[in-house]
C-alpha cells in the first residue's frame, strides 16, 4: 500500500524558515517523479514544485522560486521541501505528492499545516 | 506560462443529472490534463490523466475528453458521494498550474 506521511509544519515568524518532510513506502520511491501541492485555507490547489526521480531536475512556481528548494533522498525514500523566507502568502497546508504520468499525482499524503504570522 | 481557466466555479445539480465542467488551457497542452476530485476535508483524488484516461478504481459514471485547449469532465448518473470541489490540472510543463475549482452541489 502506497503511503506518504508529511511532518514539519508550524507555525512560523514572517521571513522564517522550515523544513517540510515526507516518508514514502509501498512502492519503488527512487522511480518516480515526487512534487509538493498546496492549498490555502478555503481556496483552491496550487502546485509548488516537483523533483524528478535522480533529482537532478527540480521544478518551482514563480512565488516560489529562490525561496524554496526541493530535494529528495532516494536511500531512505524521503521527499523534502526547504522553504525560506516565508511569508503570510505560503501560508497552507502543504500535500507531497507521487507522480503517475508525468506529473498527474495518483497518490497524496494527508498533508501538513504552515502557518506563517507574527 | 500556461493558463488554466476552469468553469463554472459552482453547480448544482439533481441525483441522477449528467453535468459537465470544462477547462480550458491556454497555450495548448496536448492530452496532459488531470482532473481531481476533493471532498470537504479530504485529500484530492486523481479521477482522469492524459485527459481521457480514467484511474484504476475510479467508477465509470466519470468520463473526461478533449485535447489542445479544450477539456471537460463528464458525471453522469449524479450520486450524493459525487459532492466535492474538482479541478483540472495542467502537467504539459511547469509551471504544473490547476484550475479554479468546480463546486458541486446537490438540489
Known amino acids: 500500500e502506497v503511503q506518504l506521511v508529511e511532518s514539519g509544519g508550524d507555525l512560523i515568524e514572517p521571513g522564517g524558515s522550515l523544513k517540510l518532510s515526507c516518508t514514502a513506502s509501498g512502492f519503488t520511491f527512487s522511480g518516480f517523479t515526487m512534487g509538493w501541492v498546496r492549498q490555502a485555507p478555503g481556496k483552491g490547489l496550487e502546485w509548488v514544485s516537483d523533483i524528478n526521480e535522480s533529482g537532478g531536475k527540480t521544478y518551482y512556481v514563480d512565488s516560489v522560486k529562490g525561496r524554496f528548494a526541493i530535494s529528495r533522498d532516494n536511500s531512505n525514500n524521503k521527499l523534502y521541501l526547504q522553504m525560506n523566507n516565508l511569508r503570510a502568502e505560503d501560508s497552507a497546508i502543504y500535500y507531497c505528492a507521487k507522480a503517475k504520468s508525468k506529473s498527474s499525482y495518483d497518490y497524496w499524503g494527508q498533508g501538513t499545516l504552515v502557518t506563517v504570522s507574527s | 506560462d500556461i493558463q488554466m481557466t476552469q468553469s463554472p466555479s459552482s453547480l448544482s445539480a439533481f441525483v441522477g443529472d449528467r453535468v459537465t465542467i470544462t477547462c480550458r488551457a491556454s497555450?495548448?497542452?496536448?492530452?496532459?490534463l488531470a482532473w481531481y476530485q476533493q471532498k470537504p476535508g479530504k485529500v484530492p483524488k486523481l479521477l482522469i490523466y492524459s485527459a481521457s484516461t480514467l484511474q484504476s478504481g475510479v467508477p465509470s459514471r466519470f468520463s473526461g475528453s478533449g485535447s489542445g485547449t479544450y477539456f471537460t469532465l463528464a458525471i453522469s448518473n449524479l450520486q450524493p458521494e459525487d459532492v466535492a470541489t474538482y479541478y483540472c490540472?495542467?502537467?504539459?510543463?511547469?509551471?504544473?498550474?490547476f484550475g479554479g475549482g468546480t463546486k458541486v452541489e446537490i438540489k
Open positions: 497555450p495548448d497542452i496536448s492530452n496532459e
Open positions: 490540472q495542467n502537467y504539459n510543463g511547469a509551471p504544473l498550474t
